[in-house]
């Protein structure tokens, strides 16, 4: 890639990332699943530029020609993945339906202000060419493809297995795995070429979660609590690692971003745990718990006892920082992560949640005071923290409130009758710490069409939990 730099999509390393713009709109999905409202999920572009006449405004939308697809999260048809390839351009956002399990592709490349809709992927393709449907995660592939993984078979039972697609006309090629290797459930994944490595996760059977939680569906094995080590050149899978009870629902994987780093770190909702993995010096992976947020003594709840509910995990361009959030205890948190295996704790704002001192639930024998409603502009925070986005340069967080129709109607059931929003958290980079920027609140609860959930949110430039380098 020497005398190539700026060349292909993204940057070339994640410190020059680092320097990229400011952020100047964000694509989310905004979804009508579960809210009563029966209406097509839509792609939002939200104006960010706090110099624009429309900053905190959504300024388009497109609308999906199906209903009921639960639209969750994206990806694209390129990343820094292709830094090195000047034929390759970013300009195609890929949007998985957990759901219908339809893909749609959108081009944000003719108008980035505008996208507008260039193809759909039908269920039946992934049904009859993979064996696979729920598709979840997409990555881009250094070689042109485009990888989505899968929760599961097309009966709704739990199934880890991975969908390619042609990068240029957007068919379904195959399975990436090979027959009969598919995980017992899927959800993430992120790769490491350098290590020769990819890991994915698990959530649990779609028939079981889809419609929200019930903790028998734990007892009967129809949620996963490992990771799966795949080799990346050959599709084999090497490894699995049960992180036991601790490592319950391992949902967002992240590597550290430099493409040299052996490690990284997954998020485990439903004990509110985060694991560390690691290369051991005899070649093989291991995990092990570095931070536990302990579950809460409550009474008012469906159990008496609340986990936090890690629900979304990211790193810094830097790898000096993980954010996290706990959807049901409602705070962000920022830990210090310098000491890879010590994380330290430096930053932390609560945004809503469970246990609100004015709301029915009450928290028993705890130290911590249970933490105020937050309002922004007159409006009472929905929900809980849930989908994290950094800006490139690590001073801006970005976070909506719906975790997945299903569970927000069970959980919230409020924010699918009034919507989620989007706020913007200020980052102390330099020594830690976070505050709510009371002057950003995009709310969803005034969409068009009627309040709307909107979730996991992308620059069209690439993010933190976009890219890749190889």
């Not at 729920?134 to 039972?157: A, V």
């Amino acid at each position: 890639m020497a005398g190539c730099k700026g060349c292909g999509p993204g940057y070339s390393s994640p410190l020059d990332a680092m320097k990229g713009p400011r952020e100047e709109i964000v694509y989310l999905p905004c979804i009508y699943c579960n809210t009563g409202i029966l209406k097509p999920d839509y792609l939002a572009t939200v104006d960010v530029d706090p110099k624009s006449p429309t900053y905190c405004k959504v300024i388009h939308r497109l609308p999906m020609p199906n209903l009921r697809d639960e639209l969750h999260h994206s990806g694209w048809n390129a990343c820094s993945s292709c830094f090195g390839d000047a034929s390759r351009k970013r300009n195609r956002l890929i949007l998985p339906s957990l759901i219908s399990s339809r893909i749609y592709v959108v081009d944000v490349g003719t108008n980035p202000r505008a996208p507008q809709m260039h193809k759909m992927v039908e269920p039946v393709d992934l049904f009859w060419k993979c064996g696979l449907a729920n598709p979840h995660t997409t990555h881009c592939l250094g070689n042109g493809q485009i990888m989505i993984s899968c929760m599961g078979d097309p009966g709704g039972n739990g199934k880890g297995g991975f969908v390619l697609l042609d990068g240029e006309t957007f068919e379904v090629v195959g399975n990436w795995e090979h027959p009969g290797e598919a995980a017992p459930f899927g959800y993430d994944f992120w790769y490491q070429p350098r290590h020769n490595v990819m890991i994915s996760t698990e959530w649990g059977a779609p028939k079981a979660l889809a419609n929200g939680f019930n903790p028998d569906h734990v007892k009967e094995g129809l949620y996963g609590s490992s990771l799966h080590i795949w080799d990346w050149t050959s599709h084999r899978k090497l490894q699995t690692l049960d992180l036991g009870e601790d490592g319950a629902i391992p949902l967002e994987i992240r590597f550290l971003h430099d493409p040299d780093a052996t490690e990284g770190y997954v998020g485990c909702a439903l004990k509110g745990c985060v694991f560390r993995f690691y290369k051991t010096p005899k070649g093989d992976w291991a995990a092990e718990k570095v931070i536990s947020v302990p579950s809460k003594k409550v009474e008012g709840w469906v159990l008496p006892e609340m986990p936090s509910l890690i629900t979304d995990i990211l790193i810094s361009l830097d790898d000096r920082y993980i954010y996290f959030s706990n959807w049901l205890h409602g705070d962000i948190r920022q830990y210090d992560i310098t000491d890879r295996r010590n994380p330290r704790l430096v930053g932390q704002v609560f945004l809503g949640g469970s246990i609100v001192s004015d709301g029915p639930i009450r928290v028993l024998e705890d130290p911590e005071p249970q933490p105020p409603p937050r309002f922004l502009q007159g409006r009472r925070v929905p929900g809980g923290p849930q989908m994290l986005q950094l800006s490139l340069d690590g001073r801006r967080l970005y976070v909506t409130t719906s975790l997945f129709s299903g569970w927000d109607k069970q959980f919230y059931p409020d924010m699918t009758q009034r919507g989620s929003v989007m706020m913007q958290v200020d980052v102390d980079s330099e020594v830690g710490g976070l505050s709510l920027n009371q002057d950003f609140l995009v709310d969803f609860g005034k969409e068009p069409d009627g309040p709307a959930l909107a979730h996991e949110l992308r620059y069209p430039g690439g993010d933190c939990t976009s890219d890749i380098w190889l």
